[in-house]
């Protein structure tokens, strides 16, 4: 039974009339801080081979070999994590998916959105449209906030929207993969010659910021081989990284026009790799491979510019992953690896690839009879959702829209039509943010017996892991609280209901631990994902060297994503009264001793299981396959508490579902 007192009090200082903690140090007036986000990098991922860079600087630095994601470990829950010092119950968002049906607004690329259905929230122009929508869109100040009220020079750069949402106030130097802020500065790049985003004067009025007309896009990726079913990516594929060029153009601005020109004294600079080479074809291939390697020379790179305009030893450096990863892999035992040669899925083949584990949850059900929405159009993934058993039998059956009036477009093949939100939702519906490892379910009109109800079907289907649902509905078998994973806000931003995908994380793919299933997420058919309460996306990478920290130290207690912000503002002597997480001093020169802090894991389960369920398999989506003699759900929740100067906070490690 969960411990409810502690429940209340995570990530918070729990004691009556506890201390406040001591106030920053004054920082010396050149302290810098660098925050470089690797985005989706596993710790198990840096070797000599791929990352001999950022292996160094792990040596010579500290390295926090405990550190935790933010759950669901998405990539813009984190980016509001590293903005505030705080998690979703504070800041009210639930990027990277969100339903916000009352806003309006244009995406980064002019075009109007229709926010009736779910929308990607990695754009800029769409952040400031569910911030424009009558609601403050993060509703705690950020540590950019904070370093502009103290006057400080302050740069974010790289991946669209992550990287905008650290300063989405605007108080600095903004360059994003779709837009450069201020206006001044977009001029000041284009007169020192640098090529901008093709998207760059959308952010403006017309005729502001011109760029020449056939000008190549710096930040355009390349194309992604496909399989010969034009649909699927081909894991084999050698071409290297996508995203490495962009990359490498918006490190080169920084390192060649802002840092030398602004001296910002705090920049996050956000790689999208190896997240999207992961997405795409995997962890363990060679273009994930190609990913690692160059975004090490990246870092090198950045070092060596620091140390040319004599500011490595004025400046931390915190290299950090906004969550882990997995492969994409129903379980192994049902759809065995495949082989891969000749653009097409050849037969069973232990050290091959995955051919199925994409799950389109508003089709499931669809077909149990609920009302459904997920703001997608027709799916066909013809490999990731599933050729089962040796003789290859498709779990999903192929259809052609011959007319064009299902799909929209003549002969288009399709396996699940579509389920877009209708302008007036019907009593008893439920919408789907579909976000990969985790999904989001809305019950527009909450209605309790609506929401028991789609938790039992939840619970019945071996696909979905742990259940969190909003308090509001009080206590339901086999799920516990949004509160209790700092997920439910006060403000009724929140889903009703958070899902985790199950996962193995012993299972491999490319000599890669760690498989998930996971939501079809816009449509695509991923071989890599994130998102799950697996440990494999929870426990992700921290590392940190510079003058503030400790020189060859490895930090063994527990921290996390939430840490990150209120250490940066310690450092550079800021205050952030609404952050979660705390400064981590036990890494810092003159700081506090290990030995001072107490650690203690703990389980936590549903107050009761959920009993007389009759569980359906992956391989039949109409859930006729069942196992045998399982009838029970419920999950475990495992975290640790550490407590420190009369203050408490949890961390989360994973929450794996059990069928009996």
């Keep these: 039974m969960p411990n409810r007192a502690l429940l209340l009090c995570l990530f918070a200082a729990c004691a009556p009339g506890a201390s406040a903690p001591p106030a920053p140090p004054v920082p010396p007036p050149d302290r810098s801080v660098v925050i470089l986000v690797w985005d989706g990098l596993r710790p198990d991922a840096i070797t000599s081979a791929d990352t001999p860079n950022l292996l160094k600087l792990r040596d010579a630095g500290t390295e926090f070999t405990d550190n935790h994601a933010t759950y669901p470990t998405f990539t813009m829950m984190n980016a509001a994590s590293f903005a505030t010092g705080a998690f979703p119950d504070a800041t009210g968002f639930y990027g990277n998916v969100v339903w916000q049906p009352d806003a309006t607004g244009h995406d980064a690329a002019g075009k109007p959105v229709d926010f009736r259905q779910p929308v990607f929230s990695e754009d800029y122009a769409v952040l400031d449209a569910l911030k424009g929508a009558g609601k403050q869109l993060l509703l705690v100040d950020t540590l950019f906030d904070a370093a502009h009220a103290a006057g400080l020079v302050t740069a974010t750069i790289g991946k669209s929207g992550a990287a905008y949402l650290q300063d989405l106030a605007r108080g600095g130097l903004i360059v994003d993969e779709k837009a450069v802020l201020p206006l001044a500065l977009a001029q000041q790049l284009v007169a020192a010659g640098f090529a901008l985003p093709a998207t ?83 962890i363990g291939s060679r273009n994930w491979h190609d990913a690692l390697r160059a975004n090490d020379e990246l870092l090198g790179q950045i070092r060596a510019r620091l140390a040319a305009l004599g500011k490595a030893e004025t400046t931390d450096v915190i290299v950090v992953s906004d969550h882990g990863h997995s492969n994409v892999s129903a379980p192994q035992e049902l759809f065995p690896l495949r082989a891969v040669a000749g653009g097409a899925v050849g037969g069973v083949d232990p050290a091959g690839h995955s051919v199925s584990g994409m799950v389109r949850l508003a089709d499931l059900l669809q077909r149990a009879g609920f009302t459904v929405f997920d703001g997608l159009g027709c799916t066909f993934i013809p490999v990731a959702t599933g050729l089962r058993g040796a003789e290859r039998a498709p779990v999903y059956a192929d259809h052609t829209d011959d007319t064009g009036a299902v799909c929209g477009k003549e002969g288009q093949h399709f396996q699940v039509p579509p389920h877009k939100v209708p302008a007036q939702l019907p009593a008893g519906a439920l919408v789907i943010a579909v976000n990969g490892g985790s999904d989001y379910i809305y019950v527009p009109d909450h209605d309790p017996a609506t929401l028991r109800k789609t938790v039992g079907f939840l619970q019945r289907r071996a696909e979905v892991g742990a259940i969190f649902i909003d308090d509001r509905y009080g206590a339901v078998p086999g799920t516990m609280p949004l509160s209790a994973i700092h997920a439910r806000n006060a403000a009724h931003k929140n889903p009703d209901i958070i899902l985790s995908y199950d996962f193995d994380d ?155």
């Design 506 to 660: 012993g299972a491999t793919i490319n000599g890669a631990r760690g498989t998930e299933m996971a939501g079809v997420l816009q449509g695509n058919g991923y071989r890599g994902m994130h998102g799950s309460f697996s440990p494999r996306d929870i426990h992700n990478t921290l590392i940190a060297a510079g003058p503030d920290f400790r020189a060859r130290y490895k930090d063994g207690l527990p921290s996390g994503n939430v840490d990150v912000a209120p250490t940066v503002a310690r450092i550079l002597g800021l205050a952030l009264p609404h952050a979660q997480g705390r400064p981590l001093v036990e890494a810092m020169v003159n700081g506090a001793s290990a030995d001072e802090f107490q650690v203690a894991p703990q389980v936590q389960q549903p107050a009761q299981p959920a009993a007389g369920l009759a569980i359906s398999l992956p391989t039949d989506p109409d859930g006729k396959d069942v196992v045998p003699g399982r009838r029970t759900y419920s999950f475990e929740l495992h975290t640790k508490t550490l407590r420190h100067g009369g203050q408490t906070y949890t961390y989360f490690d994973y929450a794996k579902a059990s069928r009996r």
């Design 200 to 282: 760059a004067p959308n952010a403006f009025a017309p005729g502001e910021l011109a760029i020449a007309p056939g000008a190549d896009n710096p930040v355009a990726f390349a194309p992604i081989p496909k399989l010969s079913d034009g649909v699927s990516v081909d894991p084999t594929d050698a071409h290297g990284s996508p995203f490495k060029p962009a990359l490498a153009y918006l490190v080169r601005v920084y390192l060649e026009f802002v840092l030398p020109q602004k001296q910002p004294r705090l920049t996050v600079l956000w790689l999208r790799d190896p997240d999207s080479t992961q997405h795409n074809y995997g």
